[in-house]
């Protein structure tokens, strides 16, 4: 059975593209990055469904049709429509360059524990920020304090895949800014 904490959002399904049940998708990964995965994944009342392209080609530099194994007409089409995408963690790398941290995507890292390198613990990463032309980690700190952590690569020192851990060497008196 997957798992929310094993998917990793990369798009939403838009509507069907003529009658024999090739569907339109927005995907925030490039087509190519798309192509190399085994499965997508949407979230079909509460059970997360792998469903398998059968076919794939982009429409423009965002959106894609794309044909899934076992559908096969309009009607069957529209069960997907608005349904976010998936990609699984494991096989997915984001070769995006302004929004990535060593190949991942940022919100692969919602759930991580925050530290500085000192070892304490700041909080759990719970959003991610694109609002801003500078992304930022919007973690959940102790006593319901929600915290402003600039999603900087040159800020982030390492991460565990493991143990769901990223260290951050955090500017002196940056947390204060969040007071």
Excluded: W
């Amino acid at each position: 059975m997957i798992t929310r904490d094993e998917l990793i959002a990369i798009g939403h399904f838009n509507k069907p593209h003529g009658v024999t049940g090739e569907i339109s998708a927005t995907l925030d990964v490039d087509f190519e990055v798309m192509k190399q995965l085994s499965c997508l994944v949407c979230d079909m009342e509460g059970i997360f469904v792998p469903f398998f392209i059968e076919s794939s080609r982009p429409k423009s530099h965002e959106t894609a049709l794309l044909t899934i194994d076992g559908i096969d007409n309009e009607q069957e089409a529209a069960q997907l429509v608005n349904h976010d995408i998936f990609a699984l963690k494991r096989e997915y790398q984001h070769e995006s360059e302004d929004m990535e941290a060593d190949g991942y995507p940022l919100d692969f890292f919602i759930g991580y524990d925050l530290q500085d390198v000192d070892g304490t613990s700041i909080g759990e990463i719970a959003d991610v920020d694109l609002s801003t032309e500078n992304a930022i980690f919007v973690v959940n700190g102790e006593n319901d304090r929600q915290l402003m952590i600039p999603a900087n690569d040159e800020l982030i020192v390492e991460f565990d895949l493991e143990e769901k851990v990223m260290v951050m060497d955090l500017p002196q008196g940056l947390l204060d800014l969040n007071d």
